[in-house]
């Protein structure tokens, strides 16, 4: 089945700096890509998505990147503010016969520091 | 639209019990799927339903099951409880059954056995 890398598992930034989150998918049948993000005791909450016939998309200051040959995408915030700190998910989901089902990747505990 | 909403928020078994969860998903959402959430195995898909049909199941032992009703909420159970069923459980929600659709998470409902 599908398996989800996700990198790193901590990151710890200054205000105002970017932060980068990575993830790696192995099937290459995989055509949509969420991010998550899920502040401590609360829900996760769609961020951004991407799909696979699209190599970047961009909301303020957040942007998905899309390598599907390299079966890689990433998560780049820039400008980062105390409130952006929260753990991240990325995840994968494929389309014919997959449904909804979304495999995640581990999660990245990211820190945004004054 | 009133947001995904989860029944109980919390509860506490002892192993050997069953229990039963229920899922409200937003007015019109068609698909329901279950999420384990613990801190050592991150996010793992269960099921998903659409339609009162199971489309698709992850790796959980039969003890985990759930349903659909015509009115899209939906339950899930897991018998015998074992200590290792402590978890958060996390439904969500989306309005077609096809991949590349957003889903919208509940606040989940917190399960400690005990």
């Known amino acids: 089945g599908e398996n989800v890398e996700q990198h790193p598992s901590t990151l710890s930034v200054q205000e105002g700096d970017s932060a980068v989150i990575k993830c790696t998918y192995s099937d290459s049948a995989s055509n949509y890509f969420p991010w998550y993000k899920q502040e401590l005791g609360k829900r996760p909450q769609l961020i951004i998505d991407?799909?696979?016939?699209?190599g970047e998309k961009k909301d303020q200051r957040i942007a998905v990147t899309l390598n599907k040959t390299a079966k890689h995408f990433s998560l780049h915030i820039t400008e980062t503010q105390p409130e952006d700190s929260a753990v991240y998910f990325c995840?994968?989901?494929?389309?014919?016969?997959?449904?909804?089902?979304?495999?995640f990747g581990t999660g990245t505990q990211l820190k945004v520091e004054l | 639209k009133a947001g995904v909403t989860q029944t109980p928020r919390y509860l506490i078994k002892t192993r050997g019990q069953q229990v039963t969860l229920s899922c409200s998903p937003i007015s019109g959402h068609r698909s329901v799927s279950w999420y384990q959430q613990t801190p050592g195995q991150g996010l793992q898909f269960l099921f998903e339903?659409?339609?009162?049909?199971?489309?698709n199941k992850g790796n959980f032992p039969g003890r985990f099951s759930g349903r659909q009703f015509s009115n899209s909420r939906s339950e899930m159970n897991v018998s015998t409880l074992e200590l290792g069923d402590s978890a958060l459980y996390l439904c969500a929600s989306s309005p077609r059954g096809e991949s590349g659709n957003e889903q919208f998470f509940g606040p989940g409902t917190r399960l400690t056995v005990l």
């Open positions: 339903y659409f339609s009162e049909t199971q489309r």
């Open positions: 991407i799909r696979s016939n699209v």
């Open positions: 995840a994968a989901s494929k389309g014919t016969g997959g449904g909804n089902k979304l495999t």
